[in-house]
């Protein structure tokens, strides 16, 4: 999505430890419009694929994933950080480890709100090992849910998780798919 290119071309900033810093535009200020031809984009690729929730992870998962949801008019399902949520009692659970924070936390889905008939559209704002999709994706099988595809805003290619997913089989449609971050020069694939 050559906007989003030009976006984090223009905004985006490289921070040591291989993080984009997209802050300005994604996932702390968010640029409405862009994120609404985001949801747009995503749905259009997926839209036969008969999806029946959108499903990411609080919280920068959230705005492309509403847009998303939005456009396919399904409802928005977030995975929810264990700890600052009560949810009751009856849910699904996966572990995650964060690229950003380099710990570990439980990703938490009330059975209310996924089962083994939704087919789910899995949208996050990057994708680098793979740790978080992954956990979704527990989720998913924990539920009976069939994942009907992955959509990712920033896939960091020179990191393994996407390749890692395609090999499995999914449909990963990465928006942006930065080739190399070195020395700070972004460069997409
Ligand atoms: P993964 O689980 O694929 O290793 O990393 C994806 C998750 O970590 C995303 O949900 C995202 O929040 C965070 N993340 C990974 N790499 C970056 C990055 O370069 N910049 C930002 N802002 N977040 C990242």
Redesign the pocket.
Same mark, same amino acid.
């Given at each position: 999505m050559k906007e989003l290119e030009d976006r984090i071309l223009k905004d985006g900033r490289v921070l040591p430890g291989?993080?984009?810093?997209? *802050?300005s535009f994604l996932?702390h200020q968010i640029d409405p419009d862009l994120m609404q031809r985001i949801g747009e984009t995503f749905a259009d690729h997926f839209r036969t694929q008969n999806i029946t929730k959108v499903l990411t992870?609080e919280a920068?998962?959230i705005a492309p994933a509403m847009m998303t949801a939005y456009a396919l008019h399904v409802p928005l399902v977030f995975a929810k950080k264990h700890g600052a949520h009560n949810i009751g009692s009856e849910f699904y659970t996966a572990s995650?480890?964060?690229?950003?924070y380099d710990s570990d936390y439980t990703i938490v889905v009330s059975s209310a709100y996924l089962s083994d008939v939704d087919r789910v559209l899995i949208i *996050? *704002?990057?994708?680098?090992?793979?740790?978080?999709?992954h956990g979704l994706l527990e989720i998913c099988r924990k539920a009976g849910a069939a994942c009907g595809g992955i959509g990712i805003c920033i896939e960091?290619g020179f990191?393994p998780?996407g390749s890692e997913l395609r090999a499995m089989g999914y449909d990963v449609m990465s928006l942006a798919l930065i080739e190399s971050m070195a020395g700070g020069k972004i460069t997409f694939r």
């Open positions: 291989n993080i984009l810093k997209a *802050d996932n992870i920068s998962g995650v480890h964060s690229y950003t *996050d *704002d990057f994708l680098a090992n793979g740790q978080a999709v960091k990191q998780g």
